[in-house]
């Protein structure tokens, strides 16, 4: 009989276990489901063949959060070369959408595919990781795609368009 009930407190504390596991599994999300959003900010385009490339654009790039509030949904932007930069990269045309944003933790996102046309090919990265502090997504400047000649540095701030509020990361019911 004492072996029964050991096997039962074990398996009691087993299930616990996994129950505990399971609840603290979290699904992140964003703040103003279906909002349109701009996200504006500095980035350093980087690209290397053989030599260093670089570019300093003002962007904004535009989309929404969806419904749910599970991911945003980027499909536009403008982009121009930051006065002064003496870059030959050009900071329009050259992404393609949509980008679609998920939150992966509490303090990072993930551009689901990336994809930059360059005059050495294109850059293509799946789950892109940014860092996301507050509504400011942060590149690392570490190079991507394949070949990994792209590089990007810099900042986006995301914002709700239709009141100008930070959009920020939550947990999802």
């Known amino acids: 009989m004492m072996r029964f009930t050991k096997a039962v407190a074990a398996f009691a504390a087993l299930a616990l276990t996994v129950g505990a596991s399971a609840v603290s599994a979290q699904s992140y999300g964003f703040t103003h489901p279906g909002e349109l959003v701009t996200a504006r900010g500095q980035i350093v385009e980087n690209l290397y063949m053989p030599g260093t490339v670089e570019t300093i654009c003002n962007i904004e790039v535009y989309g929404a959060v969806a419904p749910d509030g599970k991911s945003m949904i980027f499909d536009a932007y403008d982009g121009v070369q930051a006065p002064g930069d003496s870059g030959n990269l050009a900071c329009y045309g050259a992404v393609d959408f949509p980008i679609v944003v998920t939150a992966s933790s509490a303090n990072?996102?993930?551009?689901?595919?990336?994809?930059?046309?360059?005059?050495?090919?294109?850059?293509?990265?799946?789950?892109?990781k940014l860092a996301y502090s507050g509504n400011t997504a942060t590149f690392s400047g570490a190079y991507f795609g394949i070949p990994a000649i792209c590089r990007a540095a810099g900042?986006?701030?995301l914002t709700a368009d239709s009141n100008g509020a930070a959009v920020n990361i939550v947990t999802l019911p």
Do not use: M
Request: proline share 4%; glycine share 12%.
């Open 155 to 157: 900042s986006l701030t």
């Open 108 to 128: 990072q996102v993930n551009l689901d595919q990336l994809f930059v046309g360059t005059r050495g090919g294109p850059c293509q990265e799946v789950n892109y």
